[in-house]
């Protein structure tokens, strides 16, 4: 089978790393891939109505198409598979304006309407897809994976007395809940430190009650709250290694990935009890606490520092079965 695969989002973080993690095992197999990474925007007026026909011929000489992404070019005379990774902006007000949540499903329905089938990365996701799109085409469930750089991890004996949040800012993230549930926790344990790693651009304009609670924190208990910003993959895993704790309080995810980054790194995992982290990390020795429930949180973050470093038996989840996934159902 030939088939031609987006790869204009590669090198991205996101789904950028969702596609560079597949595309090995794509390139493993009896099949052949054609690439497409033209210099045309993806979401762009450029993209529907002018791709550049060179690229259009090489596509429509493929069997199928494959997107990691719900973008599709027009002028595909071939069967497309996209991907919905989840639909965020339609579920969790105040993301995007009006415009920016209608330009947002303006894509994900034109994606379901051009798609043979649609990929997505958890059994929740499909749900709120089929709820918002009304979609009738065939959804697959393929699941996200430990990218290639957590391989061959070192586990660290000696932990340090950090606690380590991992996204970005956006409230469905929680990091409002976890904040109220440190500053507790730091009435009985003031030596630990709360790390938030992410870029924190547009930090005050983006929550200013979340920096507000960071401000008086840190005013009662010097800098026990710092952000490191962006961070390489390396720093990333010295830092979960080390951390003794990772909490992830999340009000919404498609997938969630930063828990099973934890885990691998010999680091405990306290988790908001929401409905894809019960799908994802049910069998995973992790802490749920009631999701908003400051209090529960803070009682699981202390309760959870008292245990060992967690023990996987076997890998639930990897790309490679992802890869294996999306390349069956292309058939």
């Keep these: 089978m030939k088939i031609a695969v987006d790869m204009r989002m590669s090198g991205k973080s996101g789904i950028g790393t969702f596609l560079d993690e597949i595309v090995p095992y794509f390139n493993e197999s009896s099949n052949e891939i054609i690439f497409i990474k033209p210099n045309v925007g993806t979401f762009s007026l450029k993209e529907i109505f002018a791709f550049p026909k060179d690229e259009l011929k090489k596509i429509n000489s493929c069997n199928v ?7 599709i070019p027009g002028g595909i005379k071939i069967p497309v598979f996209s991907t919905i990774h989840d639909v965020v902006f339609l579920d969790v007000k105040g993301l995007s304006g009006k415009i920016g949540r209608l330009a947002r499903k303006f894509f994900y329905r034109r994606a379901v309407k051009k798609s043979k089938a649609i990929f997505t990365v958890s059994n929740f996701s499909r749900k709120r897809i089929i709820h918002h799109l009304k979609c009738r085409k065939p959804i697959h469930v393929v699941y996200n994976g430990l990218p290639s750089y957590f391989n061959n991890i070192e586990k660290c004996q000696n932990k340090d007395n950090s606690i380590i949040f991992i996204g970005n800012i956006k409230k469905h993230k929680g990091l409002s809940v976890l904040l109220d549930a440190f500053e ?6 003031s030596d630990l430190k709360l790390l938030i790693v992410g870029n924190n651009k547009n930090f005050r304009t983006e929550d200013s009650t979340v920096y507000s609670k960071i401000e008086k924190i840190n005013s009662i208990h010097t800098s026990s709250i710092s952000f490191t910003g962006f961070v390489e993959n390396e720093e990333l895993k010295n830092l979960l290694c080390k ?12 997938f969630g990935i930063p828990p099973l980054q934890a885990l691998e790194c010999g680091t405990n995992a306290v988790i908001s009890d929401i409905e894809v982290f019960k799908e994802i990390y049910g069998k995973l020795p992790v802490t749920f606490f009631k999701s908003e429930d400051s209090e529960d949180l803070k009682n699981k973050i202390l309760e959870t520092l008292e245990k060992p470093q967690p023990q996987i038996k076997e890998k639930i989840y990897s790309y490679k079965k992802t890869a294996q996934l999306i390349l069956e159902n292309l058939k």
């Design 65 to 71: 198409y494959f997107t990691p992404y719900c973008n």
């Design 243 to 254: 951390a003794k704790l990772l909490v992830q309080p999340s009000l919404y995810e498609g």
């Design 184 to 189: 507790k926790v730091l009435d009985e344990k």
